[in-house]
């Protein structure tokens, strides 16, 4: 199957600054990719859909000025948290669409952010 | 609107036993459905899916599903549960026409199995 992965795979960060995460595909090119965003002990909540070459769509109450995502290649995705605070401590994962609608999706290991 | 509910937070086992960790879906169509498995600290591994057919889907781990449509249930189970399948379980379901439409995940059960 598709092998999708995750960088860094743990980031600890100070306060105001900014972090940068990537999703790459390794196995087939994939013009969407998404992002989601799990709080400890909770659901995973879908937080855009990364288009490549046009601009991400993002659920209904996401800060599409806090969370940068840029799907600049058909394999890679990236995610920025600009200026972070404690509260956008998570853990951040991407996930692919499968190659044919009967496939399910291909999740990232997940990248676990810390804003001190 | 589509929706996932597990109705429990948490279900207790004892290694041996059978299993069963709760679905219940609200969606127009027919959706896909899903179950994932989530060790701490990793993403989300696939267990098993619904497409269409037979209602009784067999997956990983000796995991298995039972597609109910009249009661809308997507129940999973294992008929004897080991210590190493305590983790946290994801019901998801997605729009059946495209693998690129979202998926929506329900809040998630803690298995746990004790020796």
């Given at each position: 199957g598709a092998v999708v992965s995750q960088h860094p795979s743990r980031v600890i960060c100070k306060s105001g600054t900014s972090v940068k995460i990537e999703c790459r595909s390794l196995d087939f090119q994939a013009t969407t990719m998404f992002w989601y965003r799990q709080f400890p002990k909770q659901s995973l909540m879908l937080m855009a859909t990364s288009n490549e070459g046009s601009k991400a769509t993002y659920e209904q109450g996401v800060e599409k000025d806090k969370f940068l995502i840029n799907?600049?290649?058909?394999?890679l995705s990236t995610l920025t948290v600009t200026?972070?605070?404690?509260?956008?401590?998570s853990f951040y994962i991407c996930s692919l669409p499968g190659r044919d609608r009967d496939e399910t999706q291909y999740f990232g290991p997940g990248t676990r952010l810390l804003v001190l | 609107a589509q929706s996932v509910a597990q109705p429990e937070d948490q279900v207790n086992v004892a290694e041996g036993n059978p299993l069963t960790v709760k679905c219940t879906y609200s969606v127009s169509g027919n959706p896909y459905l899903f179950w994932y498995v989530q060790y701490p600290n990793r993403g989300l591994q696939f267990l098993l899916k619904y497409?269409?057919?037979?209602?009784l889907v067999k997956g990983s781990y000796g995991f298995e599903a039972e597609f109910n449509k009249s009661q809308t249930s997507f129940h999973l189970k294992k008929p004897s549960a080991l210590v190493s399948d305590s983790a946290l379980y994801f019901c998801a379901v997605r729009a059946?026409?495209?693998?690129a439409s979202k998926i929506i995940f329900g809040s998630g059960t803690r298995l746990s199995i004790r020796p």
């Amino acid at each position: 199957g598709a092998v999708v992965s995750q960088h860094p795979s743990r980031v600890i960060c100070k306060s105001g600054t900014s972090v940068k995460i990537e999703c790459r595909s390794l196995d087939f090119q994939a013009t969407t990719m998404f992002w989601y965003r799990q709080f400890p002990k909770q659901s995973l909540m879908l937080m855009a859909t990364s288009n490549e070459g046009s601009k991400a769509t993002y659920e209904q109450g996401v800060e599409k000025d806090k969370f940068l995502i840029n799907h600049a290649s058909l394999t890679l995705s990236t995610l920025t948290v600009t200026s972070a605070h404690p509260e956008d401590s998570s853990f951040y994962i991407c996930s692919l669409p499968g190659r044919d609608r009967d496939e399910t999706q291909y999740f990232g290991p997940g990248t676990r952010l810390l804003v001190l | 609107a589509q929706s996932v509910a597990q109705p429990e937070d948490q279900v207790n086992v004892a290694e041996g036993n059978p299993l069963t960790v709760k679905c219940t879906y609200s969606v127009s169509g027919n959706p896909y459905l899903f179950w994932y498995v989530q060790y701490p600290n990793r993403g989300l591994q696939f267990l098993l899916k619904y497409i269409t057919g037979d209602n009784l889907v067999k997956g990983s781990y000796g995991f298995e599903a039972e597609f109910n449509k009249s009661q809308t249930s997507f129940h999973l189970k294992k008929p004897s549960a080991l210590v190493s399948d305590s983790a946290l379980y994801f019901c998801a379901v997605r729009a059946r026409y495209s693998s690129a439409s979202k998926i929506i995940f329900g809040s998630g059960t803690r298995l746990s199995i004790r020796p």
